[in-house]
């Protein structure tokens, strides 16, 4: 099964029924959030004016703020999808834990079971960035019975650990394969899909059970590229492609469906992975992905705090 999720999450949007309408419309059966989402909802939306200043009156530190805003809305979105989930139907949204905590297994630990936990809905992923020190929190949170979203996946080690992590903890999860930033990286247009498309293979040939790979970062940069994009280079069975809005209402303009093309022979993505080692070291390349895509959240996380402590 083939599914599309919703990288977004923004409070009117949740409450004027126009995401309930793509859930109903079975266009998407899950979202996922992260903090550069919540910077973007959180300081341009006044729709959380009000609580911010109610939260404020109680003395709450803009740490303590964040969290309440993004539980909110986290748990709005789980319960439209809830029906969903339990009819089998996945239906999961996903929260990440503070990005500060990408090198610290004892606090992913804690805060993301007090996170599920407050929000208090099944349907809830745990969004741990793929470390070291991630892979730990990952196997003790899937103990738990907490469902997982293994994130900043850029490598097939990254990949593999975080699958059996999940796996030793006996519970279930995503690993999200982040995509479009390879190319952005590399000035090219089939790197993304080829690093992906041996992600998924090897990952699939594992029969890791209750572990799907969720194909992120698919919203188009290039505007040479059709707005869907990394939609249609990615489709394949047992997979789910987690997408900005704009890349989804492309989608579904252009028609939806498509053909399976996905994934690539091993001698296709050998090409692409020689051409691009004739500019770039590959190793390198995603390396500095994750250092920058964990540093990208961080200062999301900043702006946000720096945000609420302005808020009168």
């Known amino acids: 099964m083939f599914s ?4 977004f999450i923004e409070r009117k949007f949740l409450e004027s029924g126009d995401f309930g309408k793509l859930v109903e419309q079975n266009i998407i059966d899950g979202a996922t ?7 973007q909802a959180f300081t341009k939306s006044d729709s959380y004016l009000q609580q911010i200043r109610e939260l404020k009156s109680r003395n709450l ?4 703020i964040y969290e309440e805003l993004a539980i909110t809305d986290i748990r709005t979105t789980a319960e439209q999808l809830l029906p969903l989930y339990q009819k089998g139907k996945r239906g999961f949204v996903s929260i990440e834990v503070n990005p500060f905590f990408a090198d610290d297994a004892t606090n992913t630990i ?21 470390t070291e020190a991630g ?19 850029f490598s097939l080690e990254e990949a593999i650990k975080s699958a059996e992590a999940i796996q030793k903890g006996g519970g279930q999860g995503v690993l999200s394969i982040f995509v479009s ?3 952005r990286a590399t000035s090219s247009k089939h790197f993304g899909i080829a690093n992906s498309s041996k992600i998924y293979r090897e990952i699939t040939k594992r029969n890791y059970s209750n572990i799907t790979p969720l194909f992120a970062s698919t919203g188009v940069k290039d505007s040479s590229l059709p707005a869907d994009y990394y939609i249609r280079e990615l489709l394949t069975p047992n ?3 987690t997408a900005p809005l704009k890349t989804i209402e492309a989608y579904i303009q252009s028609g939806g469906g498509g053909d399976v093309k996905f994934p690539l022979s091993p001698e296709q993505e050998q090409k692409i992975f020689e051409e691009i080692e004739k500019s770039y070291s590959i190793e390198e390349v995603l390396s500095k992905l994750k250092i920058d895509g964990i540093e990208a959240f961080k200062n999301s996380y900043r702006d946000i705090i720096a945000y609420l402590d302005e808020v009168e």
Do not use: C, H
């Open 135 to 153: 892979y730990i929190a990952m196997e003790k949170l899937a103990s738990l019975g907490i469902p997982i979203n293994a994130t900043l996946i």
């Open 61 to 64: 530190s803009a740490e303590q």
């Open 110 to 130: 804690e805060e993301g079971k007090r996170i599920f936990e407050k929000i208090g809905y099944p349907n809830v992923m745990i969004k741990i960035p793929a």
């Open 33 to 39: 959030s992260n903090p550069a989402i919540f910077q």
């Open 181 to 183: 930033r390879l190319d």
């Open 239 to 241: 997979s789910i492609n």
């Open 4 to 7: 599309l999720w919703l990288d």
